[in-house]
């Protein structure tokens, strides 16, 4: 299943992104939504923003799920291929 990088918009100011992005990875972690598996979660306090790697069928999907099941803004979402750096 491809991967998405996942960036949303400026969380309204009663979001915490902190709270924000572990609910997300509560909800996309333990099976709630079929189909969709968050990889990683990040979250920066100082720009009000989460960001998530996640796998799932297709963009479309993703941004479904993120924006009306979880109530999170994108800004941009975007296939992601992880680069292994040979030494």
Same mark, same amino acid.
């Given at each position: 299943?491809?991967?998405?990088?996942?960036?949303? +918009?400026? *969380?309204?100011?009663?979001?915490?992104?902190? @709270?924000?992005?572990?609910?997300?990875?509560?909800? &996309?972690?333990?099976?709630?939504?079929?189909?969709?598996?968050?990889?990683?979660?990040?979250?920066?306090?100082?720009?009000?923003?989460? +960001?998530? *790697?996640?796998?799932?069928?297709?963009?479309? @999907?993703?941004?479904?799920?993120?924006?009306?099941? &979880?109530?999170?803004?994108?800004?941009?979402?975007?296939?992601?291929?992880?680069?292994?750096?040979?030494?």
């Amino acid at each position: 299943m491809p991967s998405y990088l996942v960036n949303s +918009a400026i *969380l309204s100011s009663a979001k915490d992104p902190r @709270t924000c992005a572990m609910g997300a990875a509560k909800m &996309l972690s333990k099976g709630k939504i079929k189909g969709i598996e968050m990889k990683a979660c990040y979250c920066c306090g100082t720009e009000n923003r989460v +960001a998530f *790697l996640i796998e799932g069928p297709n963009q479309e @999907t993703i941004l479904q799920v993120i924006q009306e099941q &979880l109530d999170i803004p994108v800004a941009s979402i975007m296939e992601a291929e992880e680069v292994t750096v040979i030494p």
